[in-house]
C-alpha cells in the first residue's frame, strides 16, 4: 500500500542489495536510495510508469539495473532515458541504460 518513497529513506543502506516495488507506488523523492552502495537491482511491477527525482538512486552500485515491466519500458524510456545519474565512482550514467525489460 505505500505509495511513496521520500527523500533519504534509504539513504546509506549499505547491506540494501535488491528491492522490489509494489504496484501501488506512484513517486520515489530525491536521494531515497543515495550511497546505496550495494543496491544492483530495483525492480517496478506495477501497471503504471513510477515517477521518481533524477537523483533517487545517485550514488548506488555502479552496476545498478532498474527492472521495468517489458510493457512498459518505451514510456521509461520516454520518460527518463535522456536523464543522467551518478553511480558509485563512474561518469554520469544515462538512465537509458540502466532500465532493463522483464
Known sequence: SV??????AFSYCS??????L?????????YAFKDCYNLSRLAFVGSS?????????YYCFYQFKIQVPQS????????YGSMSVK???N??????DIF???
Open 91 to 96: 561518469p554520469a550514467t544515462y538512465y537509458r
Open 87 to 89: 553511480l558509485g565512482n
Open 100 to 102: 532493463v525489460s522483464v
Open 3 to 8: 505509495t511513496s518513497i521520500g527523500r533519504y
Open 49 to 57: 510508469v513510477v515517477s521518481f527525482h533524477p537523483s533517487a538512486f
Open 72 to 79: 512498459l519500458y518505451n514510456d521509461y524510456l520516454a520518460t
Open 22 to 30: 509494489g504496484e501501488n507506488l506512484k513517486y520515489i523523492d530525491y
Open 15 to 20: 547491506l540494501l542489495s535488491s528491492v522490489t
